[in-house]
């Protein structure tokens, strides 16, 4: 018997999806799953940043969290000419678009996001940067 997982019937990957970060703890997956903390998605959490009027690019990555283990942190590119907006705001924007374990809990405006060679947007770069970033306590 061995202990390489079976292939998933939706993706093909048989890859294994990285161990929790403890007890009740979740975390981002590189990319199988691709979840948040207590399983929120990145997409979901994105595609309701794209609603806001102010925003022109938006990425959202897994930041490490004491408590989830990791909470969603949205990079947002602002359209020409638009009024930047504090995390309260941004809050109260998506309180009805996001539940509440989905919730944005960090965020960075940028004036632009880091792309790919082929254009699209770099999450990988984003959680480099994140993972160099010295900490605040």
Known sequence: MTDTP??????G???????????????????VGRRGA??????????????HPA??????????DEYRGQSPKAFVALKPGAA?????????????????HEMVQALEI???LPKTAVGKLSKKELVDQ???A????
């Open 6 to 11: 079976a292939p998933s019937p939706r993706t």
């Open 84 to 100: 930047p907006f504090t995390l309260e705001e941004l809050k109260a924007f998506l309180g009805q678009r996001l539940s509440k």
């Open 110 to 112: 940028r004036d632009s």
């Open 13 to 31: 990957c048989a890859r294994p999806v990285p161990a929790a970060a403890g007890a009740g703890r979740h975390a981002l997956a590189a990319r």
């Open 134 to 137: 010295p900490t605040t306590a």
């Open 55 to 64: 925003v022109l690019e938006a990425c959202v990555i897994g930041t490490p």
């Open 38 to 51: 207590r399983g929120g998605r990145p997409r979901v959490i994105e595609e309701a940043l794209y609603e």
């Open 130 to 132: 994140e993972a160099a």
